[in-house]
């Protein structure tokens, strides 16, 4: 029973099953298991007290906790990556970070986006969401959130890569090479634009700087060296599925491609494989890039890809939740360079 009068720090602290430096942290926004701070904050109510630095509410303070919103971590190591990014410039800053894969399902990004709520996130990182809808439950909670990579509402600050230079960058290391039928295999962008609101897509860019490498360099055109489609399904047999069907129908015209542009590193892997079920060599019969640098190291041949700064990216979008959470104005819209890596999958075109 709690003795008469004022209640004291103690008091709390009893009342809760916790130690005094477990309160003062609750009380100061610090990290606390989440069962202690229910507990204190329970205590707190019923002992009703409140000392002077409390005066502007205890929702007001910092949990230190950042959400994640992420798609399809267990296929693309895109997404992993810029996670990582985030959790080492947040445990640099005492902060901590919870992950939610929403796995592309719209539905599932509001669950998580009312369980980040629940949790008294100060901020989220989206990597990326599906649904401008499902932001407005933020937008009403007060919680500030950041995109990366893709934006769906331009109410947020948005953390971008330079698609089109990259995708440029491959196109231009192809035509030095001597290639003149280059095939394109990426995303479709009519699959992500109704959904962006910013009239940008990831897709969008990277096939213009294809289509423009291709009118700029007077190469090869020919509507079937494009295959656009979904970069992977979770109801593939393996995740470079779609890459390998592109490839073996391009493999299949009557003239088939010298090089092959990939927009993701997934799509290049099933590229891969196809090329080498047809009994061709890289680069010596044909040549390969991809896009993102999260599995060229691990194929044979090592690929020639573009690489995105995932780290960089992640740290970025922690820096710009952290700004918005300590009343900062960040920058609307940030863009990150890519950068093409040379290694063993492009060589000079045959003949």
């Not at 002992?47 to 910092?62: D, H, K, Q, V």
């Not at 960058?169 to 609101?197: C, K, T, Y």
């Not at 044909?286 to 999260?294: E, K, M, P």
């Not at 300590?326 to 040379?342: D, H, I, K, M, W």
Request: hydrophobic share 40%; proline share 5%.
């Amino acid at each position: 029973m709690m003795a008469a009068g004022n209640p004291t720090i103690h008091d709390v602290a009893k009342l809760a099953g916790v130690s005094t430096a477990t309160v003062n942290r609750v009380l100061k926004g610090g990290y606390v298991s989440a069962d202690a701070r229910t507990a204190v904050e329970t205590a707190l109510k019923e002992t009703g007290y409140r000392p002077n630095s409390m005066a502007r509410g205890l929702r007001m303070r910092r949990s230190y906790t950042i959400g994640q919103m992420l798609t399809e971590i267990t296929v693309n190591p895109f997404f992993a990556n810029v996670a990582q990014g985030v959790e080492n410039a947040a445990r640099a800053n005492n902060y901590r970070t919870v992950l939610f894969n929403h796995s592309n399902d719209s539905k599932r990004e509001r669950l998580g986006i009312e369980r980040f709520i629940d949790d008294h996130v100060d901020a989220v990182l989206f990597c990326t969401s599906t649904d401008a809808t499902n932001l407005a439950l933020l937008d009403r909670s007060g919680i500030p959130y950041v995109e990366l990579e893709r934006s769906r509402t331009t109410a947020a600050p948005f953390i971008r890569v330079d698609n089109y230079t990259g995708a440029r960058q491959a196109m231009v290391h192809l035509v030095e090479l001597g290639h003149r039928r280059v095939a394109f295999v990426g995303g479709d962008p009519a699959i992500q634009l109704p959904n962006s609101r910013r009239g940008y897509a990831v897709e969008e860019e990277r096939l213009n700087a294809y289509r423009d490498c291709v009118q700029e360099f007077d190469l090869l055109t020919d509507p079937r060296l494009v295959r656009l489609g979904k970069y992977y399904s979770m109801s593939d047999t393996f995740p470079g599925a779609s890459g390998y069907r592109h490839t073996r129908a391009l493999l299949e015209l009557d003239q088939p491609p010298t090089a092959i542009f990939a927009t993701c590193d997934i799509l290049a892997a099933g590229a891969l494989q196809a090329i080498y079920d047809c009994r061709l060599r890289i680069p010596e019969d044909i040549s390969i890039v991809g896009f993102d640098d999260t599995l060229a190291v691990c194929l044979a041949p090592a690929l020639t890809t573009v690489s995105q700064p995932m780290a960089r990216m992640g740290a970025a979008g922690f820096q710009c939740a952290l700004d918005l959470i300590e009343g900062r104005a960040p920058l609307n819209e940030q863009t990150l360079p890519a950068e093409l890596v040379v290694r063993a999958s492009t060589g000079r075109a045959p003949g």
